[in-house]
T-cell receptor
Framework: AQSVTQLDSQVPVFEEAPVELRCNYS??????LFWYVQYPNQGLQLLLK??????LVKSINGFEAEFNKSQTSFHLRKPSVHISDTAEYFC???????????FGTGTRLTVIP | DTGVSQNPRHKITKRGQNVTFRCDPI?????LYWYRQTLGQGPEFLTY????????KSRLLSDRFSAERPKGSFSTLEIQRTEQGDSAMYLC????????????FGPGTRLTVT
């Protein structure tokens, strides 16, 4: 059975500092990986995804994530955060051929001015 | 706005009552999903439609839950004989089915069972 682990429930970081939000998954088959973001009082939005090809994927607002098959990880990184990045971030996995997403418990990123 | 919409946004009901939620997906998206999210948890998959066919149901979906998508457009999720444990945010998402694997989420319906 697949599962997603986000070990850090809360990550406070100062503005312009780098950040890494960790995500590990377990699955016995090929997976697709996603990061969703939920800004305060808004719905979930897709931030970036890995389906195949290059293991490094990037979003339009400076986030990137790298698929590491051997470590079954898909950590999210940003070299310099902004106040506007304050939000809850969810890692999700979908098994190849399946349609539903399995989500982690989320990491609340708080950017401190 | 052509995003996913859900109604109502909030619902307070007494234990034992029935409730129904509606989801309007993005136009022409043939895949529609329902998830449930409780405090401090990520969304949990409940059920999935491709057009009007309900193709998958989670074990979380007890007999008190039923979902429909009669014309392959909007969907409804009904909970009968609500229990306090049903209190949660119910999320709907739609996907174009073009191989993008991108699910677009609505704002959710927050259910409180008293």
């Amino acid at each position: 059975a697949q599962s997603v682990t986000q070990l850090d429930s809360q990550v406070p970081v100062f503005e312009e500092a780098p950040v890494e939000l960790r995500c590990n998954y377990s699955s016995s088959v090929s997976v697709y990986l996603f990061w969703y973001v939920q800004y305060p009082n808004q719905g979930l939005q897709l931030l970036l995804k890995y389906l195949s090809g290059s293991t490094l994927v990037k979003s339009i607002n400076g986030f990137e994530a790298e698929f590491n098959k051997s470590q079954t990880s898909f950590h999210l990184r940003k070299p310099s955060v902004h106040i506007s990045d304050t939000a809850e971030y969810f890692c999700a996995v979908s098994e190849d051929g399946a349609n539903n997403l399995f989500f982690g418990t989320g990491t609340r990123l708080t950017v401190i001015p | 706005d052509t995003g996913v919409s859900q109604n109502p946004r909030h619902k307070i009901t007494k234990r034992g009552q029935n409730v129904t939620f509606r989801c309007d997906p993005i136009s022409e998206h043939n895949r529609l999903y329902w998830y449930r999210q409780t405090l401090g948890q990520g969304p949990e998959f409940l059920t999935y439609f491709q057009n009007e066919a309900q193709l998958e149901k989670s074990r979380l979906l007890s007999d008190r839950f039923s979902a429909e998508r009669p014309k392959g457009s909007f969907s409804t999720l009904e909970i009968q004989r609500t229990e306090q444990g049903d209190s949660a945010m119910y999320l709907c998402a739609s996907e174009g089915g073009t191989g993008s694997y991108e699910q677009y989420f609505g704002p959710g319906t927050r259910l409180t069972v008293t």
